[in-house]
Every structure is written in C-alpha cells, then in structure tokens.
C-alpha cells in the first residue's frame, strides 16, 4: 500500500519527477486538510502477549486527497512539521483517537486503550498536557487508556524540558511509550532520566528473529530488561508465527504487526472487535 501511494506522485511512471513540485503542492493543500476532512485515523490492534486478546490500537493518520489518492504519513507528517501544521493536526489526532476509544469501550463493554503517535515537534510546539486533559475531558475516556508515543529524539535538546512535559502528562495519568526503542543512541540514558511506563521494540530488530541467534538474543535481553525495570514492552512489526512463537515464549507483554491485524478504519476496527473477529 506504501508503494502504490508513493507512486502517485510520479506524473510519468518512467522518470522521477524533480520532489519539491509535490511537496509544495502538499504543503499548500495540507492547511486545508482538517477542515476539509480529508484526515482520517487508521487502528492497528495490538494484543496480550499471554491471551492474544485485542486490548487496544495505535491510531495511525492517514490523508484521503482528493486528487492524489491516500497519501501516506510519511510524506505528509514531516511537511506539517516543517511548517507547524503539526500542531492542529497533532490536536485533532489526540481528540478523535480519545474518541474512538470512548466509543468503543462504551459498546464493547471492555477497557480499550488508544496509542497515539506525538512527535516531537508537536510536543515542544504545543501545550500538549492541557490538549491530551482537554480531549480526554470531551470524552469522558480514562486517563489510563491513552498512551502517547514518543522518539527518543524528544530528549536530545533538553532532557529537563522533557522530564517536565513527561511529568506533566504523567500527573495527568497518562502512558507514555517510547516509539522505535533502540535505534536511537540514547535509548538507554532515556530510560534512566524520563518517566515511561512502555517501550515499543523497532521492527528492525525482529526482521531475523528467529532464525538469527544474535537477533534473538538482543530481543530477549531487550524483553528481560524491560521486565527488571517494571516496564511494558511492545513487539511491533510481528509478521510471521515464528516472531510471535518466540515473543510469547520470551514473555512479551504486548503483540502489534500485520501478523494478527494491519491498521484498518475506525468502524472496521469497532465491527472486528464486537465480532471478536481479531487475529
Ligand atoms: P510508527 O509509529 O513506527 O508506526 C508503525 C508503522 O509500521 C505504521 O506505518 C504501520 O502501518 C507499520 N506497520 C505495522 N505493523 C507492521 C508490520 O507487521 N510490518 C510492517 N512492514 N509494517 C508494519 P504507517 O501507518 O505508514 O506510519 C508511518 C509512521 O508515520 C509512523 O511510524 C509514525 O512515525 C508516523 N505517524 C503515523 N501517524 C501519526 C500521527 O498521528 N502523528 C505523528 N506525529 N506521526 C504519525
Ligand atoms: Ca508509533
Ligand atoms: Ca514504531
Ligand atoms: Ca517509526
């Protein structure tokens, strides 16, 4: 799906078009995206590690443009960073994905939680504590179900500021993950100097698990620190029965990847879950 969108932007098939035409064309149609509701959040299910139960998605943005088809958010997220457009989006993200999860624990009748995707330029661009108690207020949801994810480049300016917002949202009684753990160069100091309740594994280091023994012993050493300091851990990117083999075995708290669910609409992922259709 990646590629198909990524194609559209070629005008002719043969030759690359010089980027900075699309990407202006981007920029400039993307202030009108919310309005216009061109934006719509996806869900991937992410699961138990012991029960495979589906306990809640990560929200994940997507851009119907009307000319261009769906764009994906990696062609559009750094451009709305560029130009602060991330901060009014990043809003309507926390607002509709708290929605949602108010929505579908009301009609389920069980605890669904909502990650959501903040990146940092949205984190230090807005008063993202009084956005995330707003938007919970509206909905009425528990602080417990939102996690914000986070990269670990939050800290590399000022991990002080960063220890303040994190405080702050912590207070307020949300989770936070850290996104992509361990491609960064400072996972490890992040986790001594930041309050964070989950760690979300990067795909990269599963693509060889398990045939690898070095791959897998570098998941399993990542699976048992996370248990000795008393945080979650998530497996992301699992596709194959032999990642999730390994990871129940390893004692991986919580399941994401194409394997049990690939993002999917917000009413799909409602039906899905009254039918218990998951995995
Ligand atoms: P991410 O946060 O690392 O999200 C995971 C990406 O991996 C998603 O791509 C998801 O569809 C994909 N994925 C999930 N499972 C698998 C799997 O098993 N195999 C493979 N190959 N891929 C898998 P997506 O939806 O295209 O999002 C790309 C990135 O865009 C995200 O990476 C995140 O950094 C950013 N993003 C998405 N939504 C938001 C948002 O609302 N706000 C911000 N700031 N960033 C967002
Ligand atoms: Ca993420
Ligand atoms: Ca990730
Ligand atoms: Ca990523």
């Not at 949202?169 to 992040?190: H, N």
């Not at 991986?252 to 394997?259: E, F, P, R, S, T």
């Amino acid at each position: 799906a990646k590629r198909a969108g990524r194609a559209q932007f070629r005008i002719d098939a043969g030759q690359d078009v010089p980027v900075p035409v699309d990407q202006l064309r981007l920029e400039v149609d993307l202030h009108h995206a919310i309005e216009r509701r061109e934006l719509e959040l996806f869900f991937q299910p992410q699961f138990d590690g012991r029960t495979l139960q589906v306990v809640g998605a990560e929200a994940l943005l997507r851009w119907r443009h009307p000319q261009l088809g769906m764009v994906p958010p990696d062609r559009f997220i750094p451009l709305a960073e560029e130009s602060g457009l991330i901060v009014p989006i990043g809003r309507w993200v926390i607002d509709e994905a708290c929605r949602q999860a108010a929505e579908w624990s009301a009609l389920a009748c069980r605890p669904i939680g909502v990650a959501v995707n903040v990146s940092v330029r949205q984190m230090l661009g807005d008063d993202i504590a009084s956005v995330v108690a707003q938007a919970l207020r509206r909905h009425a949801l528990p602080a417990q179900r939102l996690e914000l994810e986070i990269t670990e480049s939050l800290a590399v300016g000022d991990v002080a500021q960063a220890r303040l917002l994190l405080a702050r949202l912590a207070d307020l009684g949300v989770g936070v993950a850290i996104d992509d753990f361990g491609v960064g160069y400072s996972s490890l100091a992040y986790l001594r100097d930041l309050p964070v309740q989950r760690v979300k594994i990067d795909r990269s280091f599963l693509r060889q698990v398990p045939q690898d023994a070095g791959s897998s012993r570098l998941v399993g050493a990542m699976v048992s620190m996370a248990r000795a300091l008393e945080i979650g851990l998530v497996a992301e990117g699992v596709e194959t029965v032999e990642q999730l083999d390994f990871l129940c075995e390893q004692g991986c708290d919580a399941i994401q990847g194409y394997l049990l669910g690939r993002p999917i609409a917000g009413d799909d992922f409602l039906h899905r879950l009254m039918a218990d259709d998951f995995g």
